[in-house]
T-cell receptor
Framework: AQSVSQHNHHVILSEAASLELGCNYS??????LFWYVQYPGQHLQLLLK??????LVKGIKGFEAEFIKSKFSFNLRKPSVQWSDTAEYFC???????????FGAGTRLAVHP | GAVVSQHPSRVICKSGTSVKIECRSL??????MFWYRQFPKQSLMLMAT?????????EQGVEKDKFLINHASLTLSTLTVTSAHPEDSSFYIC????????????FGEGSRLTVL
């Protein structure tokens, strides 16, 4: 069965620090990968997605993610975080042939000014 | 971006009653809608997938007689929690997709159900 693992449950950073959130999935075939963000009191929204092509994907608000097939990973990065990045981040995977997204447990990011 | 709206955002009900939550796609036609349940400090658990005009496909362990899903039109899906109990208290989130194939999901604001 498909599964998605996010290694960090809580991350605390100071503004301007660099961010990397880990995401690993378990499926050997073709995958489509997503990162969603949920700001406090708001609904989930898409940060970025990978379907095919360049494994380095750029999303909104300066976020990027790199798909490394050999490592079954899709880590999210941002070189310099801001206080407004405080939110919960979810990695999600859709494995080939399956009509649904499987979400990781989420990572709560707190950025201190 | 596409907008998905859920109603009500909060509902409190007595044990044994039924509660209906609506999910509407406001500016696009949603061929596929998904219902998720989110427990505190946990991830989203997929409950069921519904395609317009078809019966919903429920995930393993989700009681289809308890969580009734109807997707009668391309812009509306409803989740009815029947004979609700306190353990059904949770945050229910719907999402919608424009196509039956893989694509971006657009999420509703979520509905917090509290069963007394």
């Amino acid at each position: 069965a498909q599964s998605v693992s996010q290694h960090n449950h809580h991350v605390i950073l100071s503004e301007a620090a660099s961010l990397e959130l880990g995401c690993n999935y378990s499926y050997g075939g073709t995958v489509n990968l997503f990162w969603y963000v949920q700001y406090p009191g708001q609904h989930l929204q898409l940060l970025l997605k990978y379907f095919s092509g360049d494994p380095l994907v750029k999303g909104i608000k300066g976020f990027e993610a790199e798909f490394i097939k050999s490592k079954f990973s899709f880590n999210l990065r941002k070189p310099s975080v801001q206080w407004s990045d405080t939110a919960e981040y979810f990695c999600a995977v859709n494995a080939g042939g399956y009509n649904k997204l499987i979400f990781g447990a989420g990572t709560r990011l707190a950025v201190h000014p | 971006g596409a907008v998905v709206s859920q109603h009500p955002s909060r509902v409190i009900c007595k044990s044994g009653t039924s509660v209906k939550i609506e999910c509407r796609s406001l500016d696009f036609q949603a061929t596929t809608m998904f219902w998720y349940r989110q427990f505190p400090k946990q991830s989203l658990m997929l409950m069921a997938t519904s395609n317009e005009g078809s019966k919903a496909t429920y995930e393993q362990g989700v009681e289809k007689d308890k969580f009734l899903i109807n997707h009668a039109s391309l812009t509306l899906s409803t989740l009815t929690v029947t004979s609700a109990h306190p353990e059904d208290s949770s945050f229910y989130i719907c999402s919608a997709r424009m196509t039956r194939e893989v694509g971006e999901l657009f999420f509703g604001e979520g509905s917090r159900l509290t069963v007394l």
